[in-house]
C-alpha cells in the first residue's frame, strides 16, 4: 500500500488562515504521514536563506524522520522556493528536474553565494551531480530572454545546455499540453505564481497558466515517469490581509494535495 507522505514548511504564517492547512497541521499530530515543520523561529530564511538557516531546516526534516525527498511538500510563499534547493539535495540517483513557475529563478548570487528564491535553480544546476536536466514551464518570455543572455556571457553559460523552457506565450497558444522527454525519473516543483490570478493569489506577478493545464501537463508525466516528490509554493503576502486570497489558496492546496497524492505516494 502506498502511504501519502505530506510536509508543511510554515515560514511566515500565512497557512493560519487556510482551512485545508489547518486541517493538515491539526491530523499532523495522529498521522505519521503528515509532518509540520515550524520554520517560523528559524532566522535568516526571507528570500535569502543563509547557511546557518540551512542547517536548522535540514535539521527539522530530519527530526521529523524524514529521509528521502518523496511526498508532497508545501513550502510556504515565494520567498522560500529555495527549498526546491534543499528537498532536491536529497536526492541520490539520476533526475529530471521540472518546474513550473513565472520566473525562471536563475539568477547568479549576489551575496557571497547565499541560497536565494531567486537564484536556486542555477544552483540546482550548477552543484547536484545528480540532476540530468531542468525544464521550467510558463516562463515569462522578457524573463527567458534576459537570464539567457546574463547567463551565456558568464563561465557558467553550459549549464543552459541542461535547460529547457517552455515559456508563458507558448502556453497560452494550445490547449494541448507541451510534450518534452526526459529521463524516466523527475521532481516537479510548482509556483503558483505561474497560474492566472484566478487561480491562485500569490506574492509575486502572475503569469496565465491555468489550473487544468497544469494538472495536464503533470498527469501526461506521470504517465510515463517515476516522480520522486513534488512542492508546492506561492501564497499571499504574510503582511496583507486578504480573505478572499486565503479561501482561493486553501482550496487550491487541498485540490493540488488530492490530485498530486497518487503521483508523489511512497
Known amino acids: 500500500m502506498q502511504r501519502k507522505l505530506i510536509s508543511v514548511h510554515d515560514f511566515s504564517g500565512v497557512y493560519a488562515k487556510q482551512p485545508f492547512m489547518l486541517e493538515l497541521r491539526e491530523s499532523a499530530a495522529s498521522n505519521r504521514d503528515i509532518h509540520w515543520l515550524d520554520c517560523t523561529q528559524i532566522a535568516g530564511t526571507d528570500c535569502y536563506c543563509d547557511d546557518e538557516a540551512v542547517n536548522a531546516i535540514r535539521g527539522l526534516i530530519a527530526d521529523a524522520g524524514i529521509t528521502s525527498a518523496c511526498g508532497i511538500h508545501f513550502i510556504d510563499g515565494g520567498n522560500y522556493h529555495y527549498m526546491s534547493k534543499i528537498w532536491t539535495d536529497m536526492v541520490q540517483e539520476p533526475f529530471s528536474l521540472v518546474v513550473f ?42 524573463l527567458v530572454d534576459e537570464i539567457r543572455t546574463e547567463i551565456s556571457q558568464t563561465d557558467e553559460a553550459h549549464v543552459l545546455d541542461k535547460v529547457t523552457f517552455i515559456k508563458e ?3 497560452r497558444k494550445t490547449d494541448t499540453p507541451p510534450s518534452f522527454s526526459h529521463p524516466s525519473t523527475l521532481y516537479i516543483s510548482i509556483d503558483k ?38 512542492d508546492i509554493c506561492g501564497e499571499r503576502a504574510r503582511d496583507i490581509e486578504d480573505s478572499r486570497a486565503d479561501a482561493l489558496n486553501s482550496e487550491l492546496n487541498r485540490e493540488l494535495a488530492e490530485f498530486l497524492a497518487p503521483f508523489a505516494a511512497s
Open 101 to 142: 513557475d513565472h520566473h525562471p529563478d536563475m539568477q547568479a548570487p549576489r551575496f557571497g553565494g547565499i541560497l536565494s528564491c531567486g537564484g536556486w535553480v542555477l544552483e540546482v544546476l550548477k552543484n547536484n551531480p545528480f540532476v540530468q536536466s531542468v525544464t521550467l514551464i510558463g516562463v515569462a518570455d522578457h
Open 169 to 171: 506565450s507558448e502556453l
Open 193 to 230: 505564481d505561474a497560474l492566472a490570478p484566478a487561480y491562485a493569489a500569490t506574492n509575486w506577478d502572475q503569469g496565465s497558466l491555468s489550473t487544468e493545464m497544469l494538472k495536464s501537463i503533470i498527469a501526461g508525466l506521470a504517465a510515463s515517469h517515476r516522480i520522486l516528490g513534488i
